[in-house]
């Protein structure tokens, strides 16, 4: 398996920064109020946004058109690995759960362990499984970017939609990928 479950670094709530707010579309129709207050970012790192304690979340402004650089990766991401099972945008199949639900309930750390160490349901007759991404590069050099898509899709605060403007591709982001790719 590729690298450790990330530990977190829990962030102080007065590091919160009016400009770290979300400015999201005033007609949005899913937010969900608890799930879009707790990933309030209350600390940003070249671009990487962090809430309180200290996982990776979304930043969209501009009322609901522009998203930070991990959000768009993670859409792109999220239809080149994901949505052949979970479907577009997150919104499910017959066959795998709809992952835009699922974000509102699991925890950073269940998500990664799901997504590295993989799950089977064997209830008669209904024979799902979600495959072990740990040693997939192309999957979890970007967890952090899926993590932030579908955080964005649960909290409401994203749609259905490929993100069209979005902040510029950290330093930060360049380094870490190529690190974890060529490692
Ligand atoms: C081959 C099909 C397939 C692919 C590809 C796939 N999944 Fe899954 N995934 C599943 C199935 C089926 C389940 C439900 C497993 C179960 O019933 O326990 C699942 C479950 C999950 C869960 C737990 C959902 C919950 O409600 O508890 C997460 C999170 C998840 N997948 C994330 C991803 C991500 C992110 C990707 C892309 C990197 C991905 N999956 C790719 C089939 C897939």
Redesign the pocket.
Known sequence: MLGAVPTATAVLAQDAKPELANKLDPNAKEIDEPVLKAATAVKEEDGKYLDKDGHPTFHITNDGKKVDWYTYSGYR??HA??????GPDGMGST?????K???K??SYE??YG??AG????H?AG?E????A?GD?KN?MC??ND??VY?RARAAGAWGRARPGEKEEKPESAKTAEKECLGG
Do not use: K, W
């Open positions: 991401r999220y690995e994901c949505h052949v099972c979970h066959y795998a759960p709809v992952l639900d699922s974000l309930r699991l269940e998500f799901i997504l993989g799950r089977q349901n209830t209904n799902s499984v979600m495959p991404f997939n999957v970007y967890a899926l993590y579908l």
